[in-house]
């Protein structure tokens, strides 16, 4: 490579082209090693090792001995860190370099340069990471961002101040765009226009083999050392390069205070990576160089500086030595891409590049997936864009395994005639991949999702120390339905809490306090208060304290809809929710919403899909039982639960992961919380008898949380006692559990052992001053005459009571009961435990039937159900609208009679609505 000339010294030897400081002799003089050689030559005049060591020792040491000596300590120098960073400096034709702990390590300790008031010109396309940092000292250190597009200079020119701009932050190729700015031609305009101005590059894509910025007019360059110099991603490492002295006191001082100077073990690391940082990046973006033809060839639209139709490739030709080993192409549909990134083998999925295995990312998706994605949209970041990191790996072997992606994905197809593939068009024929299922389509079509609510029949608020509680699903279920809109709004319409409904405009929802968690990935253990206290200001601030279950509600809904969001294009909708269980009485209703809302937004995002249901066995509707069969796998169960309890710890704070598991599976479980030294988890309880049960809604507010809490505050003052009963209602819930499993044990002693359990369950409650006198008002009144056995359930505090009802209870009786409870002012349901799970109605045409139903009331005592709904007031224009070509009626057929059908009907209404698919 022909070298640059240092245009500081005209007429000297560019300073990464010096000899080594052995001396000359006069009779022939000493050639300027070429960079390869400087590479692997590792040496320091000034540091001569003792033995003569021939690869820099690890000098693995806090401390040094003695006084005034050139190391004290290893966090102001090390003797490694030092050969390290002499290193760095002699390639990177820099008079100073500095070694941290990683790239955005070393992007933070330039930027503390900084202060308030200060501005900054950036690009438009920039690291992840990058953009996240600067919005950080935009919001907290008071400096003004200006993002540009850097491939234009005279883009620059409107936001150059003489003494407000205090920096300029490159990156030239981008990431992951590729696009090149002229940092020569920068420089110089900035510093006539603004002499105090300091020109930063951030070099990652090249490292100082193919381009030193340094020699274009830069005044700091740093790496994300991990990338290129490293070259085996077996270390983080950032370094910083600099020629001017004022600066470098600057940064030392920094790295000394803040102490992320690299550790002796990363420094001999990166210095052994350095060795062959010429020989790796040649092999690399020659490999690049095939790649990207290979694509182009193909007709996709490709970003490689190499390519002779990239708008950058003079500039990017007379700054650098060579193109690099990053390069993007796009495919014009999102899910395209990803089933492209997704079918490979030789190529990993992963963040970063610069290491001598290939990856493949989705930047949108991965290492720029901070970046909101109104802004990506803005700086035209496409959401199907495709980076390839290239590695040193044979070109036949990396061609042959995307080439299998592109064919299995159907990108391309073998055109016969030329024997040789073509990308399919467009317009072309649809392929498995590109084609848009109506199903895949998720955001785009009505989905009508119910989930069972629950009692727990013995171990609450224990649970939360460790012991087995037994829960199941009750007959009652909460409803959501998602209706697709056309004007850019997400609504949601409690209809059971005050008929609460509001919108929001999508794009004023907090973007910028979002970190989604991408497909596959669990959500962390903490919720993300940044996202919690971001929607709550900027959100949810119109809600009223008197509306505290709808905050709630809302809350849950949308930290569920913007996390699962992967940052494309949002899914627009209506979320509306409907319940036939009483809410906050106790019976999981929360939970229930909690599946219901975190099923809608997994199917909205296209996060979980749903497979053809079974055959019917005849035109009628699968019983509850579905006749043996599950339509809903266990792996789309499990993601709804998972999900399920992100809601429910937004509700509650600190759930047990019962109520939104019996919502999701049905049936009954036993559940141990894990933590407490005893086999954790949950665990179905096969053979469960089918139960009758009275519940009785109080009426009476509960605080969980401040319940659960009281009993907290009770083992701490109490523990002997509150042990005591701990270890009691342990052993009933394991009596409980045997007797619910046991096939030979007769239905009268079940039902018998059951009622004993419950009596005795309910006194431990009542000792651990979670009953209230309504609760036992109600147990009173089941008790006497009728001798019923009465709990409270959940959490108590009021809520709600179960009263086992035996097989030969008269309906008379029950009649009479009920007419009692209601009296007193308690609201009374009749239903049956261990049905269905969460349950999704079919999306495919041939079980969708949207046709009216003729409606009856159950007849005779049946179900008691909750009083009538009225008919729900009618919705103004803004809340139903014609939101496009499209009629509002093609678009929400279920939503106005799911809106105006009574509490009563609502289950008959939409079982007739066609096949369910439950779990």
């Given at each position: 490579?022909?070298?640059?000339?240092?245009?500081?010294?005209?007429?000297?030897?560019?300073?990464?082209?010096?000899?080594?400081?052995?001396?000359?002799?006069?009779?022939?003089?000493?050639?300027?090693?070429?960079?390869?050689?400087?590479?692997?030559?590792?040496?320091?005049?000034?540091?001569?090792?003792?033995?003569?060591?021939?690869?820099?020792?690890?000098?693995?040491?806090?401390?040094?001995?003695?006084?005034?000596?050139?190391?004290?300590?290893?966090?102001?120098?090390?003797?490694?860190?030092?050969?390290?960073?002499?290193?760095?400096?002699?390639?990177?034709?820099?008079?100073?370099?500095?070694?941290?702990?990683?790239?955005?390590?070393?992007?933070?300790?330039?930027?503390?340069?900084?202060?308030?008031?200060?501005?900054?010109?950036?690009?438009?396309?920039l690291y992840g990471g990058t953009n996240r940092l600067l919005t950080y000292i935009r919001t907290h250190v008071g400096v003004t961002i200006h993002h540009v597009d850097t491939t234009n200079p005279e883009s620059l020119h409107p936001y150059i101040h003489p003494t407000k701009t205090a920096m300029v932050l490159l990156e030239s190729p981008t990431n992951p765009l590729l696009k090149i700015a002229d940092i020569a031609a920068i420089s110089k305009d900035v510093k006539e226009r603004a002499p105090d101005a300091i020109i930063v590059v951030d070099n990652t894509m090249m490292s100082p083999y193919l381009q030193r910025p340094l020699e274009h007019g830069a005044d700091i360059v740093y790496d994300s050392a991990t990338k290129y110099l490293s070259g085996h991603h077996d270390l983080m490492a950032g370094a910083v390069t600099c020629n001017r002295d004022d600066l470098a006191q600057k940064l030392a001082f920094t790295i000394n205070s803040v102490g992320n100077a690299l550790t002796p073990i990363d420094s001999f690391l990166l210095l052994r990576g350095i060795k062959t940082l010429a020989l790796r990046m040649d092999r690399q973006q020659t490999n690049a160089q095939v790649v990207a033809e290979y694509l182009s060839s193909l007709g996709f639209p490709v970003h490689y500086p190499g390519l002779a139709d990239h708008p950058g490739r003079d500039i990017h030709s007379r700054i650098a030595d060579g193109n690099?080993?990053?390069?993007?192409?796009?495919?014009?549909?999102?899910?395209?891409?990803?089933?492209?990134?997704?079918?490979?083998?030789?190529?990993?999925?992963?963040?970063?590049?610069?290491?001598?295995?290939?990856?493949?990312?989705?930047?949108?998706?991965?290492?720029?997936?901070?970046?909101?994605?109104?802004?990506?949209?803005?700086?035209?970041?496409?959401?199907?864009?495709?980076?390839?990191?290239?590695?040193?790996?044979?070109?036949?072997?990396?061609?042959?395994?995307?080439?299998?992606?592109?064919?299995?994905?159907?990108?391309?197809?073998?055109?016969?005639?030329?024997?040789?593939?073509?990308?399919?068009?467009?317009?072309?024929?649809?392929?498995?991949?590109?084609?848009?299922?109506?199903?895949?389509?998720?955001?785009?079509?009505?989905?009508?999702?119910?989930?069972?609510?629950?009692?727990?029949?013995?171990?609450?608020?224990?649970?939360?120390?460790?012991?087995?509680?037994?829960?199941?699903?009750?007959?009652?279920?909460?409803?959501?339905?998602?209706?697709?809109?056309?004007?850019?709004?997400?609504?949601?319409?409690?209809?059971?809490?005050?008929?609460?409904?509001?919108?929001?405009?999508?794009?004023?929802?907090?973007?910028?306090?979002?970190?989604?968690?991408?497909?596959?990935?669990?959500?962390?253990?903490?919720?993300?208060?940044?996202?919690?206290?971001?929607?709550?200001?900027?959100?949810?601030?119109?809600?009223?304290?008197?509306?505290?279950?709808?905050?709630?509600?809302?809350?849950?809904?949308?930290?569920?809809?913007?996390?699962?969001?992967?940052?494309?294009?949002?899914?627009?909708?209506?979320?509306?929710?409907?319940?036939?269980?009483?809410?906050?009485?106790?019976?999981?209703?929360?939970?229930?919403?909690?599946?219901?809302?975190?099923?809608?937004?997994?199917?909205?995002?296209?996060?979980?899909?749903?497979?053809?249901?079974?055959?019917?066995?005849?035109?009628?509707?699968?019983?509850?039982?579905?006749?043996?069969?599950?339509?809903?796998?266990?792996?789309?169960?499990?993601?709804?639960?998972?999900?399920?309890?992100?809601?429910?710890?937004?509700?509650?704070?600190?759930?047990?992961?019962?109520?939104?598991?019996?919502?999701?599976?049905?049936?009954?479980?036993?559940?141990?919380?894990?933590?407490?030294?005893?086999?954790?988890?949950?665990?179905?309880?096969?053979?469960?008898?089918?139960?009758?049960?009275?519940?009785?809604?109080?009426?009476?507010?509960?605080?969980?949380?401040?319940?659960?809490?009281?009993?907290?505050?009770?083992?701490?003052?109490?523990?002997?006692?509150?042990?005591?009963?701990?270890?009691?209602?342990?052993?009933?819930?394991?009596?409980?559990?045997?007797?619910?499993?046991?096939?030979?044990?007769?239905?009268?002693?079940?039902?018998?052992?059951?009622?004993?359990?419950?009596?005795?369950?309910?006194?431990?409650?009542?000792?651990?001053?979670?009953?209230?006198?309504?609760?036992?008002?109600?147990?009173?009144?089941?008790?006497?005459?009728?001798?019923?056995?009465?709990?409270?359930?959940?959490?108590?505090?009021?809520?709600?009571?179960?009263?086992?009802?035996?097989?030969?209870?008269?309906?008379?009786?029950?009649?009479?009961?009920?007419?009692?409870?209601?009296?007193?002012?308690?609201?009374?349901?009749?239903?049956?435990?261990?049905?269905?799970?969460?349950?999704?109605?079919?999306?495919?045409?041939?079980?969708?039937?949207?046709?009216?139903?003729?409606?009856?009331?159950?007849?005779?005592?049946?179900?008691?159900?909750?009083?009538?709904?009225?008919?729900?007031?009618?919705?103004?224009?803004?809340?139903?609208?014609?939101?496009?070509?499209?009629?509002?009626?093609?678009?929400?057929?279920?939503?106005?009679?799911?809106?105006?059908?009574?509490?009563?009907?609502?289950?008959?209404?939409?079982?007739?609505?066609?096949?369910?698919?439950?779990?």
């Amino acid at each position: 490579m022909a070298p640059s000339i240092d245009p500081r010294a005209p007429g000297k030897l560019p300073m990464h082209d010096l000899p080594t400081p052995e001396p000359e002799s006069p009779l022939r003089p000493r050639k300027p090693y070429r960079f390869s050689t400087l590479c692997a030559t590792v040496e320091n005049p000034e540091m001569k090792d003792q033995y003569g060591s021939s690869s820099v020792p690890i000098y693995q040491t806090a401390t040094f001995k003695g006084v005034h000596g050139e190391y004290d300590y290893s966090r102001s120098g090390n003797p490694t860190r030092s050969h390290l960073e002499h290193h760095i400096a002699k390639i990177s034709s820099a008079a100073h370099a500095f070694t941290v702990s990683s790239g955005m390590a070393a992007l933070d300790v330039i930027l503390r340069l900084l202060k308030p008031g200060d501005e900054i010109i950036a690009g438009d396309d920039l690291y992840g990471g990058t953009n996240r940092l600067l919005t950080y000292i935009r919001t907290h250190v008071g400096v003004t961002i200006h993002h540009v597009d850097t491939t234009n200079p005279e883009s620059l020119h409107p936001y150059i101040h003489p003494t407000k701009t205090a920096m300029v932050l490159l990156e030239s190729p981008t990431n992951p765009l590729l696009k090149i700015a002229d940092i020569a031609a920068i420089s110089k305009d900035v510093k006539e226009r603004a002499p105090d101005a300091i020109i930063v590059v951030d070099n990652t894509m090249m490292s100082p083999y193919l381009q030193r910025p340094l020699e274009h007019g830069a005044d700091i360059v740093y790496d994300s050392a991990t990338k290129y110099l490293s070259g085996h991603h077996d270390l983080m490492a950032g370094a910083v390069t600099c020629n001017r002295d004022d600066l470098a006191q600057k940064l030392a001082f920094t790295i000394n205070s803040v102490g992320n100077a690299l550790t002796p073990i990363d420094s001999f690391l990166l210095l052994r990576g350095i060795k062959t940082l010429a020989l790796r990046m040649d092999r690399q973006q020659t490999n690049a160089q095939v790649v990207a033809e290979y694509l182009s060839s193909l007709g996709f639209p490709v970003h490689y500086p190499g390519l002779a139709d990239h708008p950058g490739r003079d500039i990017h030709s007379r700054i650098a030595d060579g193109n690099g080993a990053v390069l993007s192409f796009e495919t014009g549909d999102k899910d395209l891409s990803e089933k492209i990134v997704g079918g490979t083998r030789l190529w990993g999925i992963s963040v970063s590049f610069g290491c001598v295995n290939s990856l493949i990312s989705m930047p949108c998706v991965m290492s720029h997936a901070s970046i909101d994605p109104a802004t990506r949209a803005a700086r035209g970041l496409p959401e199907d864009l495709i980076r390839l990191c290239v590695g040193i790996e044979d070109p036949h072997d990396l061609l042959d395994d995307l080439e299998r992606a592109l064919v299995e994905a159907g990108a391309i197809t073998l055109n016969a005639s030329q024997n040789k593939y073509d990308r399919v068009p467009d317009d072309g024929p649809l392929t498995l991949a590109v084609q848009k299922l109506h199903l895949n389509g998720a955001e785009e079509m009505e989905w009508l999702i119910s989930a069972p609510g629950k009692i727990i029949l013995f171990g609450e608020h224990a649970v939360v120390h460790g012991v087995t509680a037994i829960a199941a699903s009750v007959d009652l279920r909460c409803y959501g339905l998602t209706t697709p809109r056309r004007d850019n709004k997400l609504s949601i319409h409690l209809q059971d809490i005050d008929n609460f409904y509001h919108e929001w405009d999508v794009n004023s929802l907090p973007w910028d306090a979002v970190t989604p968690v991408a497909p596959g990935d669990e959500h962390p253990e903490h919720l993300d208060e940044r996202l919690v206290d971001a929607l709550n200001k900027r959100a949810l601030d119109m809600i009223s304290e008197e509306q505290k279950a709808a905050h709630g509600a809302c809350l849950a809904f949308l930290y569920l809809y913007m996390i699962l969001n992967k940052n494309e294009d949002h899914p627009i909708f209506s979320f509306t929710a409907r319940s036939t269980l009483p809410v906050g009485a106790g019976l999981g209703s929360s939970a229930s919403y909690s599946v219901c809302a975190a099923t809608a937004s997994l199917l909205a995002h296209r996060r979980i899909t749903l497979p053809l249901p079974p055959v019917p066995s005849s035109s009628e509707h699968l019983h509850v039982s579905h006749q043996g069969r599950r339509a809903i796998s266990p792996a789309t169960a499990e993601e709804v639960n998972r999900w399920a309890f992100v809601a429910e710890k937004i509700l509650h704070g600190n759930p047990s992961g019962v109520d939104n598991s019996v919502a999701v599976f049905g049936g009954a479980l036993a559940y141990t919380r894990p933590g407490f030294g005893k086999k954790s988890g949950m665990e179905g309880i096969q053979g469960f008898k089918s139960l009758k049960f009275l519940l009785t809604n109080s009426k009476v507010p509960r605080d969980t949380k401040k319940l659960v809490a009281g009993v907290g505050e009770k083992k701490e003052n109490e523990p002997e006692l509150v042990n005591g009963i701990l270890e009691s209602i342990q052993s009933i819930s394991d009596e409980a559990r045997r007797a619910l499993a046991d096939p030979e044990l007769p239905r009268d002693s079940l039902l018998s052992a059951l009622s004993a359990l419950m009596n005795e369950n309910h006194q431990h409650l009542v000792t651990l001053g979670v009953s209230h006198p309504s609760l036992e008002n109600i147990k009173e009144k089941t008790a006497v005459p009728h001798g019923l056995s009465t709990k409270l359930t959940g959490a108590g505090g009021g809520g709600c009571a179960v009263t086992l009802i035996p097989d030969d209870f008269k309906n008379e009786q029950l009649q009479d009961l009920i007419n009692t409870l209601i009296r007193e002012n308690f609201q009374p349901y009749l239903t049956s435990v261990g049905g269905s799970g969460l349950g999704i109605l079919s999306p495919y045409p041939e079980h969708r039937n949207h046709g009216s139903r003729t409606l009856h009331a159950p007849e005779g005592l049946g179900q008691v159900t909750p009083p009538d709904t009225p008919t729900a007031r009618e919705l103004s224009p803004g809340e139903i609208v014609d939101r496009s070509e499209k009629s509002s009626s093609d678009l929400d057929p279920l939503r106005a009679p799911f809106l105006s059908t009574t509490v009563a009907e609502l289950p008959s209404w939409a079982s007739g609505l066609g096949r369910w698919m439950y779990v």
